[in-house]
T-cell receptor, first 114, second 111 residues
């Protein structure tokens, strides 16, 4: 059973379009994240949700809107896609506890904007 | 901005040798974690070391943490071809679960 699953795995779209990436985890974790990995492999946090509530919102254009319908799902909607949005987007989850814990990552969604 | 800088950026060794990767960071941390990323795949959590710990082992992995120098090292002993991957350190903040990732080391094991 896949622990953190993202769909789609690949997404090719034209500039200006709107697209969504879905993420689901079956680990019972209470915190979920979206990370962006650029072409140089830099990983940067975008958003974090704990029990459906937004707790981290880094400096991300407001074209990116996360939605968490329940604590097992965190979707990412992107409006008016730009060339610079091309990257691999990773969803992850963890169980928040004192002292921190490891993340479980999904396999990523490779977004290409043309 | 990236919290961690990893050294070296790339490392190639013969199978069976030991591989050492280093990570330096800038601010106080709650914990430091290491992850592996195979090409085209997601990251896999390897090991977590808390700020009050100095060394931790897991199988062929050994991690050290020196909070006075704000640095950590990951040692992989008796390397195997399957260890070929990128390795990232990540620092955990106090009070939340946010992880800030380093720049990564690309490790290649030559059979």
């Amino acid at each position: 059973d896949t622990a953190v699953s993202q769909t789609p795995k690949y997404l090719v779209t034209q500039m200006g379009n709107d697209k969504s990436i879905k993420c689901e985890q079956n680990l019972g974790h209470d915190t979920m994240y979206w990370y962006k990995q650029d072409s140089k492999k830099f990983l940067k946090i975008m958003f974090s949700y704990n029990n459906k509530e937004l707790i981290i919102n880094e400096t991300v254009p407001n074209r990116f809107s996360p939605k968490s319908p329940d604590k097992a799902h965190l979707n990412l909607h992107i409006n008016s896609l730009e060339l610079g949005d091309s990257a691999v987007y990773f969803c992850a989850s963890s169980h928040a506890q004192t002292g921190g814990s490891g993340y479980t990552f999904g396999s990523g969604t490779r977004l290409t904007v043309v | 901005s990236q919290q961690g800088e990893e050294d070296p950026q790339a490392l190639s060794i013969q199978e069976g040798e030991n591989a050492t990767m280093n990570c330096s960071y800038k601010t106080s941390i709650n914990n430091l974690q290491w992850y592996r990323q195979n090409s085209g795949r997601g990251l896999v959590h390897l090991i977590l070391i808390r700020s009050n710990e100095r060394e931790k082992h897991s199988g062929r992995l050994r991690v050290t943490l020196d909070t006075s120098k704000k640095s950590s090292s990951l040692l992989i002993t008796a390397s195997r071809a399957a260890d070929t991957a990128s390795y990232f350190c990540a620092t955990g903040d106090f009070g939340n679960e946010k992880l800030t990732f380093g720049t990564g080391t690309r490790l290649t094991i030559i059979p």
